[in-house]
């Protein structure tokens, strides 16, 4: 195969935020840029999560050189164990990456067979025609990371998710020097993180937050509750050290952030200053003003430790007049209710709650338009491939090229099975690969599609109505009453009436075609037709209807 | 009666941003303070509005006085025709207000029958033993009131929605005149607005945005495409205005607008220069840079005109490269996402949109935190109740009257259905008078309720399987093979080996059981419980299963 052609492709994250994944393929090697999964959308009913079509890689399997994880955030890592239930390939990751994906590898089996090895920045990883080094980022996680990847024809360089945080609590700075030498080595492609390029400006420092928390925590006389994203690992490093200093110590509530801080301890990421950390039972028996918990549901998840906290169903904690309760975070679009309901319902317990923009508590971990400039600036590569957001944030991004003096032929916005291909001659679209859906409901991957989705929404806006007639053979006549069975629809107490009405309108139906029509299927058509009719005449709904015609 | 007490009852717009609704009593006189709507919230499935419980108003309808509207937006004016549906009292509104009420009430009987009555600020409205004052204030719809109320026990006042605009575009700034004689005569209670109570500062100027209007209109060379709120008329007429000066015609797209606006033209709250005004049709005849046309579809309603024209499905404006789309508008928390999608579809097309707080298009109409203070320094109340807002917006803006120096004793917060009673011995709180949600769905109020929407939630997650056998009436065995039919829950083509194992857990039960048990209600019990047990563990989905079992 030629490997003086470069492939790339994203099966995700281009077109959305989430399930980002990434293939390059150069002469006969497949190298997979991470596997992360997305929640669904509202319409998605009933889906669990939503993770890339990944066929064209099960297809090509023994092509697959490896799989690099830049970092250990659900929508870079979240879809591995599917895509490792049909694949065997080794993924690359760094310290805390790895721990984190050994933890997601519940299942003993996927654990065993999977190939980890562990990299760091600064380390070249040949795999097939492609070489890959990694060079350190800041994100909102510690041991993100960036790619350089040398292929045939040149350097392409993949951003991950990155900000350039030039005082970041982790220490280490997104590593510009390393970025300035690629530059001076000429790259050919830039893919680069589009999450904030909405925003204008620079996204601030986390060390920005040191002060503040350090203001809202003199301010508390009570307990100090801070909820925060469980994977934002210097955070609740910075929650513990202002607490320790305080005096106050700290426990933990919500599974996801008590694995991911023992990962995280066990691997130098998390620490806690002597004697600072107690469980919940234990902290339960200090006097308020030494308090502090970290607790997951920041998102106004249901199930999480703050959502059973604020609902009065949250064994170890039970809020009181004098909390404080802080959000280290901000609304993913699509959240905002169900966060501002544990809001609500924490000011109706007692609590003050700190939270909102202006509350100051949360930084991004993305680039902002400043920050993407200069990414664009210091690299000057030859072609530009925004990744990683919606389809106006990669819009926004790719206009952002173009006012830097890009050309317009030499920006691609990609949709996902889009390729572009890079060779000698340049740069162009190729065919693209058509990808679909692949939606997760329980234990089983990528069968509800459509027909599935349209009928969960129509049962969810009007609930159904089953329609049993039974029919005597010989004359066509009803036998018996019909039965009318209905779930979802009206009030069934109050619609007696209504009910009666139906099975009146079923007699008329089976009576008047049964002797005539003989095909029990156009009977049930009709007695359907008959049903929807009446009830959009008296309710102005539209339940789905079943009707079941048997002979008697 | 005695009237020397006075009770005010929120029935809506406490806990939540909707259905705003408050009642005065005062010894056998009833006076109602708006009658808004509510829009569902997305676990609320299949609900067209939720409305107040007006079942006290109905109760006591002999009682009721009149009903005053405060101003035109759905939130305050959306439930009065089911409210008159049931009583039969006088509506008072100013004349824009009016024009808007007569619009909404489109059934000819409400219309006839209704009692409207124009009022204008000044105007003393005597109804039993209260008699109103309206005030003018800002807000984003024009002719919008406050309420001086005078009782037998003193002076309350109730804002209304409103900001405090030095330089609204509307001309009248809210009354700050009469607000300060009424301080002077000394105000028992203030109920105010919460809406804003979450931002610090004060309420950006309607002015403000003339200049960013001509700003983006100048850059702009194609069409512009402004989407804004149907109800928002001076932004509409600052549109109008700003596109008559560049040289541009102005149409209008969406059925809400073209009302409002010809309702407010006859009024004279909107005005087109000569030659301004054309149709969709026209329009589309003119040149790219002599157009411009106002849209609804600010909330990316899936139906408005914009959403329309982003999915491509609007007859006579497609969306091309060159245009430019506006959203001069801000999000409503919930409908993020799909205002979201409306953005991406429209640059997919080529569109250049603006939005967004940074593009400065919009400007609150609710008053911020400083002018929120400035209301309470201004008519210094006895006591004070935050109204209009979820609950921890009345909580922050309870918060700001006791930085003000209010005593704690003084502060009412109140939720749907607490009385809040005034006498000369001081304010108290009554016995709270129960208030149910009330749905719209269709053409029935109030049936769907709690069972409903469960059934609604459990359909919409995992669909539904009908399972149907016949037993045999002497023997107990199952007669001829049973039938299953499922909607939403798996994938039909691909499921036949699980739908045969259903079948053989139904035979199996039914041959177990059957025999021995005569109840054809138990049988289906157990039938039930098993095809659960069997669908969670072949697919961890929970579909709702209805066993049909006859006899043969």
């Known amino acids: 195969m030629n490997n003086r052609s470069v492939t790339i492709m994203p099966l995700g994250g281009v077109g959305e ?31 669990d999560i939503v993770i890339p079509d990944f066929r064209y890689l099960v297809q090509n399997r023994d092509r697959i050189r490896g799989i690099i994880v830049s970092h250990g955030h659900e929508d870079h890592v979240g879809a591995l164990p599917y895509l490792l239930r049909d694949i065997s390939a080794p993924v690359y990751a760094t310290p805390l990456t790895r721990g984190l994906i050994e933890n997601k590898l519940r299942s003993r089996t996927l654990r065993e067979h999977a190939q980890l090895y562990t990299i760091l920045p600064g380390d070249e990883i040949p795999l097939g025609d492609l070489r890959i080094t990694p060079f350190h980022v800041n994100h909102s996680i510690p041991n993100a990371i960036g790619l350089a990847i040398r292929t045939p024809i040149g350097l392409l360089v993949h951003t991950g998710d990155f900000k350039i945080d ?19 080595e000429g790259v050919i492609l830039l893919m680069a ?4 390029a909405e925003s204008p400006g620079y996204t601030a420092s986390e060390s920005q937050l040191i002060d503040t928390f350090h203001r809202v925590f003199h301010r508390a006389r009570g307990r100090i509750i801070v909820a925060t994203f469980a994977s934002l690992l210097s955070r609740i490093q910075l929650v513990i050290e202002t607490a320790a200093e305080m005096g106050r110590k700290v426990a933990v509530a919500g599974r996801s952030m008590e694995e991911n801080i023992a990962i995280a301890e066990k691997l130098g990421y998390v620490r806690f200053p002597p004697d600072t950390r107690m469980t919940l039972d234990q902290i339960a028996t200090l006097p308020d003003h030494q308090v502090c918990i970290l607790a997951t549901g920041a998102q106004g998840e249901p199930n999480a ?8 169903r949250f064994r170890q904690v039970h809020i009181k007049e004098g909390d404080t309760v802080l959000f280290s975070s901000k609304a993913i679009p ?3 209710t169900q966060i501002h309901r544990n809001i609500d319902n924490l000011f109706r317990l007692g609590a003050n709650v700190v939270y909102g923009e202006e509350a100051g508590l949360h930084v991004s971990g993305h680039a902002a338009q400043e920050e993407l400039k200069l990414m664009l600036n210091l690299l000057r590569p030859l072609y530009f491939a925004p990744l990683h957001g919606e389809y106006r944030m990669l819009r926004i991004h790719a206009n952002l090229a173009l006012e830097l003096g890009f050309a317009p032929e030499d920006v691609f916005v990609l949709d996902k099975g889009d390729r572009l291909i890079l060779d000698d001659s340049g740069a162009r679209l190729g065919e693209p690969l058509p990808v679909e859906e692949v939606y997760v409901d329980g234990s089983l991957v990528g069968d509800v599609g459509t027909t599935i989705l349209r009928d969960r929404m129509a049962l969810s806006q009007d609930g159904f109505v089953i329609a049993k007639v039974a029919v ?7 036998a018996g009453d019909p039965q009318i069975i209905s779930q979802g629809f009206v009030y069934i107490p109050e619609s007696e009436a209504l009910m009666q009405a139906a099975q009146s309108a079923i007699i008329d139906v089976v009576d008047r075609y049964g002797p005539e029509v003989d095909d029990p299927e156009e009977i049930a058509e009709r007695i359907k037709r008959r049903l929807q009719q009446l009830f959009y005449e008296e309710t ?13």
Not at 305 to 312: C, D, F, N, V
């Open 305 to 312: 430790a703050l959502a059973r906290m604020a609902a009065g």
């Open 17 to 47: 935020i989430g399930r980002n994944c990434t293939v390059l393929e150069c002469g006969d090697s497949i190298v997979v840029l991470d596997a992360g999964l997305m929640f669904p959308e509202q319409e998605m009913l009933g889906v």
């Open 472 to 478: 005597e053979a010989d004359t066509g006549h009803v």
């Open 166 to 184: 030039h005082t970041p609590l982790e220490g280490r700075t997104t590593d510009l020097g390393q970025l300035a030498r690629l530059s001076a």
């Open 334 to 336: 699509g959240n905002e």
């Open 193 to 196: 993180d589009s999450t904030n």
């Open 540 to 552: 102005r709904r539209r339940p789905v209807i079943i009707p079941l015609v048997t002979a008697a």
